[in-house]
């Protein structure tokens, strides 16, 4: 099948935290664990599923909370067919030379199976646990120096010297330039975040705020974007709880929202107070650590963010009322969705058999690998579960 130019992709997300039939509480600089271990094995069904439904990558999130992204994607290149891997790293951390090496590998070992997540900074106490210890201003600056750098020996038919603020090369080369190139995927809210987006990005993300607010951040990157002479394309992260009505939907959050600890929240609503980052900022205002006004517009709901640091709304409805949900985010300019839902296996299969049919009817999306034949797959897709 021939993917259409203006079709939707969809992203699934790889819980290397670990999972559960609950949310899993913390994340985004404090500690989380799920009661379902993030085993490879466990990992290789996620994958499996997401490829079987037609999810053309999955994000594997960065920092001192979960697992290494880099070692656990490598080592699923091998247990997929065709899905591709978006992969969350911290510029700063390693040198660009190295991840500009790393990504060529990665790239040329899975046959063009790689995209990146650009991550410009955890909290300060996580950086500073990293023996980074730059103010978030100045994580900025060094990211767009950093992916300077990168750009340039990806494309640079000479060695690469470079001398900036926070980043200095000489004669730097790759043994390898990757082909095709990494797509970059870069979120930020705060203002220094905009033009390091605008210069470098090719798909700007931003987590799932009411599409008022979010159609007024694509609008100040798109001419920010313009001024740079760039096109970018636009995602959307957020959780989903799709269900065959709207009633079993509410349901699926009522008792996961009546699962939560208070002490969790308290904790964790704690340590997300001191966050340096705009985005979770606007996160927290959209709930104010209080359950009773979850639901901030038709079938979004901030529940998940009561105890879940990062991403912390989800899309909550019918499949139909799912799929115009995300329909509106589309017609402001979205192209990619990077979804995920407790628990992770389950509930790619409930949007994969629920959802993405109907955007397919419509016209918005395709399957990505319908013409591929994933019978042969070394591990085997498991089965949804019926509750």
Known sequence: MTRSANSLSFHWFLPTYGDSRNLVAGGHGTSMSGDRTASLRYLNQIGAAAEDNGFEAVLTPTGAWCEDAWLTTAMMVETTEVLKFLVAFRPGLISPTLAAQMAATFQWQSRGRLLLNVVTGGEKHEQEAYGDFLSKDERYERC?????????LWTSPSPVTFEGKHIHVEKAALGRQPDPLPPVFFGGSSGPAGPVAAKYADTYLTWGEPPAAVSKKLEWIRGL????GRIL??????HVISRDTAEQAWA?????????????VERVQANLARSESEGQRRMRELHG???????IGPNLWAGVGLVRGGAGTALVGSHEEVADRLAEYANLGISHFILSGYPHLEEAYWFGEGVLPI?????????PTRSVDLSHSSVPFAAAASS
């Open 144 to 152: 767009g120096e950093f992916l300077d750098v990168v750009r340039r």
């Open 225 to 228: 974007a313009v001024d740079e």
């Open 233 to 238: 394309s636009y995602g959307l992260r957020i």
């Open 252 to 264: 699926e959050a009522d008792r996961l929202l009546a699962a939560i600890d208070p002490a969790a």
């Open 289 to 295: 650590g209080s359950t009773d006004r979850l639901e």
């Open 359 to 367: 955007l397919e009817r419509r016209g918005l999306w395709t399957h």
